[in-house]
C-alpha cells in the first residue's frame, strides 16, 4: 500500500471526516491507523504526514488552488477540493514523492471516486502547480498566508504578543512536532527507562528543562513500545508536565483534577505524591472516566482514582477538603496548533468569547474545593490573554486567593518575571513546548 492509491484513499477518507464533517483531526486520524493496525510504519507515516500536513498549510493549499484553478475552493465539490488539497501538500512540502506520482494518484483517486469527467481539471490544475512550486513558496504575500493561520487569529497575537514573537510561534508550529513521555519514576529509575528504550532502536532526545520529559522518534506506535505498556511512560507534553511541578503537591495531599481526561495531569500528580495521598480525577462523561481508567489501568498507580463529576456543579461534600484543585479548563488549545491544526480552522472569536465565559464559571464553583490555605492551580493549553491573564486577574478580584511565587518551580531553565506574580505563559518558538498557561493560587485563611 506505500504511497499508493490505497494509503491516498484513507487520507481521502480522513480529511473528509475532519473538513466536511468537523472531526476532531487527533481522532478521526488515531481511529483510523487502530482500524487498520495491518499497516506498515511507512505506511503509517505516510497517511499521517500528509493527514497533518495538509491541516497545517490549509489555508495556504487554498490560497494556491484559488490561483491556479477557475472553480475557487469554496464552489469545488467537497471530494476533489480535498483531493487537490491533499495533492497540494505533497507537491509543494514532500520532496520524495515525485509531483507526477501526486499528479496521477489524485487523478486515479477521483476517478475512483466517480469523478471522471473532472479528471482532466484535477490532472491540469496539479501539473501546472506542479511546474511553477519553487516560485510560488516565494512569493507568498502576506504573513496569514505564510504560515497558513487565519487573519483574524494573526492580528490577535500580534496585539498580545507582538509581530516578531507572533512569527516565532507561527514558525514553530509548522516544525515537526515530536512524541514527548514523562516518566513516572515511581515505577521505574531514568536508567531503567532509557535502557528499555534503546533495546527497542527507539531514538530518545533528553529534555533540558526538565529530567522526567523525553522525546521520541523511531518508533511505530506507541502500544509497541514496551516502556509505555509497563506504564513507565505517559504521554504529556512538557507544558503539560509543568502543571504538576507548579502544584508543588506534598506527600498525604488530596487533590482534585477537576477536568482531568484523558489523566496525564492527575497521574503526574499521583507520581509527585510518592504513592502517598489520593488524586481524585473527574470529567463529565462516563466515556472520559474510561480514558482515565485506563490509564490507571496501565500505569498500576494506587493513589489515584476517576469519577464522573460536572465541574460546574457544586459538589457539597468536596467543599474544603482539597489541598490542591487542579482547574485545567476547557479553552480554545491555540497553544497546541502544531499537534493538532485543525483548532485553527474550526475555531472563532466568537467562540473564544464563549470559553472566557466558561472558564469563570467553572472557577466560580471550583475554588470551594480549597481548604484554606490550599492551593488553586488554573491552567489553559492555549495564548490569549483573554482567557489566561485576564481570568486569573479576574478570579483574583473576585474570591479569596492570593498570589503564589513559583519561581524556581520549572527548573532554572524558566526565569520570567511573571514567575513572582504567580503565573507563566509557555511560547512554542520560545520555549521547547507547546503553547500553555499556569497560574497558581493560595485560599487565603482569613
Given at each position: ?37 495491518f499497516l ?77 469527467g473532472?479528471?482532466?481539471?484535477v ?21 496569514s ?58 531514538t ?6 526538565s ?30 508536565v ?21 489523566g ?11 504513592g ?18 485506563e ?39 491555540l ?45 489553559t ?14 478570579f ?5 486567593f ?9 527548573g ?34 482569613q
Open positions: 500500500m506505500t504511497d499508493g492509491t490505497g494509503s491516498r484513499e484513507l487520507i481521502l477518507d480522513i480529511l473528509m471526516e475532519i473538513l466536511e464533517k468537523g472531526g476532531y483531526s487527533h481522532v478521526v486520524l488515531r481511529q483510523a491507523l487502530g482500524k487498520y493496525q506498515s510504519k511507512p505506511d503509517r507515516a505516510f497517511i499521517t504526514r500528509v493527514t497533518e500536513g495538509t491541516l497545517e498549510y490549509l489555508i495556504q493549499i487554498d490560497y494556491v488552488l484559488n490561483q491556479y484553478s477557475k472553480t475557487k475552493v469554496e464552489k469545488m465539490k467537497p471530494v476533489i477540493r480535498t483531493i487537490l488539497r491533499m495533492s497540494v501538500y505533497q507537491i509543494l512540502y514532500m520532496d520524495r514523492i515525485p509531483d507526477s506520482a501526486a499528479c496521477n494518484e489524485a487523478v486515479k483517486l477521483a476517478v475512483k471516486r466517480r469523478f471522471v473532472l479528471k482532466g481539471f490532472n491540469g490544475v496539479l501539473r501546472t502547480i506542479a511546474r511553477e512550486k519553487e516560485p510560488i513558496k516565494e512569493s507568498f504575500p502576506e504573513d498566508i505564510r504560515y497558513s493561520v487565519p487573519q483574524w487569529l494573526l492580528e490577535l497575537w500580534q496585539r498580545e504578543l507582538g509581530m516578531e514573537q507572533t512569527r516565532q510561534v507561527l514558525a514553530a508550529f509548522l516544525e515537526d512536532a515530536p512524541t514527548m513521555v514523562r516518566c513516572n519514576f515511581n515505577l521505574a529509575s531514568r536508567e531503567e527507562i532509557l535502557e528499555s528504550l534503546r533495546n527497542q532502536g527507539i530518545v532526545e533528553e529534555s533540558a528543562y529530567r522526567k520529559v523525553l522525546k521520541l522518534s523511531d518508533y511505530d506506535y506507541l502500544e509497541g513500545v514496551d516502556a509505555f505498556r509497563q506504564g513507565w511512560l505517559q504521554v504529556q507534553d512538557l507544558s503539560s509543568f502543571a504538576g511541578d507548579a502544584a508543588a503537591p506534598k506527600d498525604g495531599d488530596y487533590v482534585i483534577d477537576v477536568c482531568a481526561a484523558p496525564g495531569k492527575s497521574l503526574h500528580l499521583a507520581d509527585l505524591l510518592h502517598t495521598g489520593m488524586v481524585e480525577a473527574r470529567d463529565l462523561t462516563w466515556q472520559k472516566v474510561e480514558l482515565i481508567e490509564n490507571i489501568s496501565r500505569t498500576g498507580f494506587t493513589n489515584i482514582r476517576a469519577a464522573a463529576a460536572d465541574a460546574l456543579v457544586l459538589d457539597e461534600e468536596s467543599v474544603e477538603k482539597a489541598d490542591i484543585v487542579l482547574a485545567d479548563l476547557p479553552c480554545s488549545g497553544g497546541i496548533i502544531g499537534k493538532k491544526p485543525d483548532i485553527k480552522i474550526h475555531m472563532t472569536p466568537e467562540k473564544l468569547e464563549s470559553l472566557v465565559s466558561l472558564q469563570r464559571d467553572i472557577l466560580s464553583v471550583v475554588w470551594q474545593y480549597v481548604k484554606p490555605g490550599g492551593t488553586l492551580v488554573y491552567s493549553c492555549t495564548i490569549h490573554r483573554g482567557e489566561n491573564q485576564e481570568n486569573a486577574e479576574w483574583l478580584e473576585h474570591f479569596p492570593e498570589r503564589v511565587d513559583i519561581s524556581g518551580r520549572f532554572e531553565q524558566v526565569r520570567e518575571a511573571s514567575l513572582k506574580e504567580g503565573w507563566m505563559q509557555f511560547l512554542p518558538g520560545k520555549h521547547p513546548c507547546d503553547g500553555f498557561f499556569v497560574a497558581v493560587f493560595r485560599r487565603k485563611t
